[in-house]
């Protein structure tokens, strides 16, 4: 996809998100404001990119996942189990990078667990993934005894709550996380091959596609993502939190993907519009923080909000608008790509 | 099993079912097939002749009047299938209309009075099957006439050495184990029924369905033929029948379809330039003159006839030695029907070998060096040179079994 | 973790001599670094007092606690003590208990059931624990006006209910004393960080925050980290009280960084066997709610040491 299709391609996301900054800036008017502070930028939008880092880096493997008409349920206690690894690891003297290394191993195993239930075995990807999500759990809790495992590695810390050039270290990981899968799947082949196996797994097997390596690459991704995601979450705290790490985050990335318009059908996919997604959540969840509604209403706001943001995605009303703008342009549009191209991509 | 027969009209005592009366009911409605068997027990447990002889029960009881049969013997082996035309012929006795749907000729001619031919969607002929021979009854159903037999249009194609020797090649309950050799250069020919075992053997020969017995050689040795992915690195593709389900990727683009095989091949790691694949599917376009708006539009959209093209592409841009075609000229419209078959001359011209698998024996006639009937999951004949003719090939599909092959 | 405590149980079980008195303790499970610290306390104070301690896990299932009561009748233990996972469905297995003239004694949770079925129940008092944190902000700032931001536990849970009603009424009449932001931080560290953030954005980047009221020392903790990283600091320019006393909290007072915290604590066991030992020497009934001690420890009670006392009783 060129740069212009790129921007049509995510131009919803972007206009949900502006729409949704409007909204949070109307109940909280200081929320734009961005100053600099000692070594980094502060504001609410530092904020989000910040709070956004785990359900950006789980929405990245889950926007692959799901492209191949997969799904993981399992990230959030992938991300306990290696936010607890590590927390382990550094707690028990073995140095940050041991640490760091052995929460990616295990991600990257957890994602190999999946992908074999589902590529291998055959197994639904929804109850492959189910049998993670619910054991998870358990086992992060064993590696760190049912406490909050908490250590003082600043190094550990620094990947949770510092701050590199200006931003925090989590906002970089994320942003060079999408950026690093982004090209990946687009510079190679990975991206086509994925979104021909998630639109016809069949069809794709007789043309030669190697689905079984294909799928178990995709969930040893997002097992990856989830790692990483799982080390910002305990270096954030400084802790590890067996119970709580990533508890409902899956359900966040799969939102920020449907939301990113990548068909839960699988096929076509966009990273960056599940980026955008992404962070569309986090907008609405700083925002509920920041407009001091009583917390009763938390989740009904950001549950009115998400269905007002998908019901004006949805097909059907984008049909409708599509059949507007169509009749105005038909007129000026002769070379460009037909309008159809768009609407299968998203 | 009683749950099974009175599904919806299950007796009511006081607003609740009555399970006696239940039960009683389905004993009443089973009564006079001839089955003596226990209403309590799960329908599953049972053979599926007797789940038919229920479904049949069931539905002569909701009207009584007609009965209409949809492939009810498609599963059943022969003394079940004696059984239920048992039950049958019993309910012709009664006054029962019966329409028997079915592509087992030996059976339709077992129990039928009449024989009525639908092609194509199309009512062909309705007969008195009395009056109706096998033949007859084949030539309805692939609409041609005994007579008019096309010459065989390939005597002077020269085919070259051996390049593929089959060997007792089988799977169970797909193809029963068959010898075949392939020669560069030739276009065999593939005829038989729906359900005779055609795309099964293109499915063993491709990988798709693991074969349980048999080898496929080349001149260098054995070939590992366990997924489409070794066969098609040993120069092997296929084209399905289906293609909707089983060959476009709905959603991609035309240039996309066209380079996936290729790009397959290569793995993930050495992608295909998009300037190349562009090159690609505009040269293919051009070539086999796929009517598109351009590259760039999903598949999905084409017709039928353009996705056949698509598909074709995608193999002509492996290059492959062996391609097989299964059904390649269905649902498409008459022009793209001819260059179908042109392309398949051009191909062989260039020394590739084709596997052609067609319900249209003009068609096979047409293109094929050779010619291989199946049957009942078996190949059970070859046909060479100017043996090659449209009522051989008829009578080949026809001929019920070895004692009747005198007819020939 | 379950799996040690279960080892060091039934140690203690094999261990222990025949003649002592024998108690039965149904613990709900180990759901969170409390829980673990009263099963780990419980049995210290039954080895103090040469009690032989059947120890139960229910891991969260009202059946299994019920299974365990049954089993504890049948053995004919001296007593049952029983931390109940509901408040309701007690009823039939209490009155097996009351027959086999088992007295029941009820750890830090209530049941619906008639007082009559069981001796007594130990607990503290949530409400109250709000009102010690109000009542120490109260003195610690005197006649200054300050704005306090809460952080609130599970929307809807009970001690998040009681720990606010506590803390309102404690500064009721102190209009110096002003709650301006309150917000669930789900009883999390994480969540009581990311919210604290929230808190110190809408507040004029913490400058105007003096006080921090958090439900639970967890989300304590996840605050003092957020204020820090905001380029203050907390204990000074934000004083910070919570409820629960776990470890890592001892340990942020004596680092300055935290003010006071109101001990929940683990020792229910204590006074249950207090009011047991009374009842087996010579029938005396204790009241029917006992209530623990709701301690405020603050920066002068010897942090460092409190802290060396608790890490390893297993939050």
Known sequence: MNGFGLLRRVAPQLLTLAAVLVLVTLFFPSFPSVSFGGDRLVGSPIDVLKRGAPVALLAIGMTLVIATRGIDLSVGAIMAICGAVAAFAVTGGWGLGVAVALALATGLICGLWNGFLVAVLGIQPIVATLILMVAGRGIAQLVTEGKILTFSDAGFAYLGSGAFLGLPVPAWAWILAGILTGLVVRRTALGLLIESVGVNLRASRLAGVNSTVLLLTVYMISGLCAAVAGLIVAGDIKGADANNAGLWLELDAILAVAIGGTSLLGGRFSILASLIGAMIIQSINTGILLAGFPPEFNLVIKAILVLLILTLQSPRLGAVAAGLLSRRRRADEAGAAPRSVQEAGQ | MAENLTLGRQPRRLGLVSRRGMRAMAREMLAGYGLSIDVERDLGSYSVAVQQIVAIARAVHLSGKVLILDEPTASLDAREVALLFDVVRNLRERGLGIVFVSHFLDQVFAISDRITVLRNGRLIATTEAAHLDRVQLINLMLGRELEQATAHGQGGRAAGGEMLRVEGLGRRGKVAPFDMTVRSGEVIGMAGLLGSGRTETAEVLFGATGADSGTVRDEKGRIDLSSPARAISAGFGFAPEDRKTDGIIGDLTLRENIALALQAHRGWARPIPRAEQRRLAEDYVRRLDIRTPGAEKPVGLLSGGNQQKVILARWLAMNPRFLILDEPTRGIDVGAHAEVLRLINEMVASGMSLLVISSELEELVAVSDRVIVVRDRRHVAQLTGHEITTDAIVRAIAAPERDTEAAE | ?315
């Open chain 3, 1 to 315: 973790m379950k799996k040690t405590l279960f080892a060091s149980a039934s140690a203690l079980v094999l261990g222990t001599a025949a003649s002592a008195q024998v108690v039965g303790f149904s613990q709900i499970g180990s759901e969170s670094g409390w829980r673990a610290a009263e099963t780990t306390v419980t049995n210290q104070q039954a080895e103090e007092r040469g009690i032989d301690l059947q120890f139960s896990d229910a891991q969260q299932k009202q059946e299994n606690q019920i299974a365990a009561v049954r089993s504890f009748i049948a053995q004919g233990v001296d007593a049952i003590l029983l931390a109940p996972v509901v408040a309701t469905g007690w009823d039939a297995v209490l009155e097996e208990a009351k027959e086999a003239e088992i007295p029941v004694v009820l750890l830090d949770r209530m049941v619906d059931s008639d007082p009559s079925l069981y001796l007594t129940a130990v607990g503290s008092d949530l409400v109250h624990e709000g009102e010690v944190a109000g009542q120490f902000l109260v003195d610690q700032v005197g006649d200054e006006p300050c704005r306090v931001v809460e952080l609130q536990g599970t929307t809807g849970s009970s001690p998040a209910i009681d720990r606010a009603t506590g803390f309102r009424n404690a500064i009721e009449g102190h209009d110096n004393i002003e709650i301006v932001q309150s917000q669930t931080g789900d009883f999390t560290r994480a969540q009581g960080k990311t919210v604290m953030e929230a808190f110190l954005q809408a507040e004029n980047g913490g400058a105007d925050i003096c006080a921090l009221y958090a439900h639970n020392d967890d989300m304590a903790v996840g605050a003092i980290q957020a204020i820090k990283e905001a380029g203050l600091k907390p204990g000074e320019d934000v004083t910070i009280v919570s409820i629960d006393g776990v470890p890592d909290l001892f340990q942020a007072m004596a680092a300055g960084e935290a003010n006071a915290t109101v001990e929940l604590t683990p020792n229910m066991a204590g006074p249950a066997f207090d009011a047991l030992q009374a009842y087996w020497d010579n029938g005396t009934e204790p009241p029917k709610f006992i209530q623990t001690e709701s301690r405020l420890y603050t920066q002068s009670d010897d942090p460092q040491g409190e802290y060396d006392r608790r890490k390893d009783l297993g939050y």
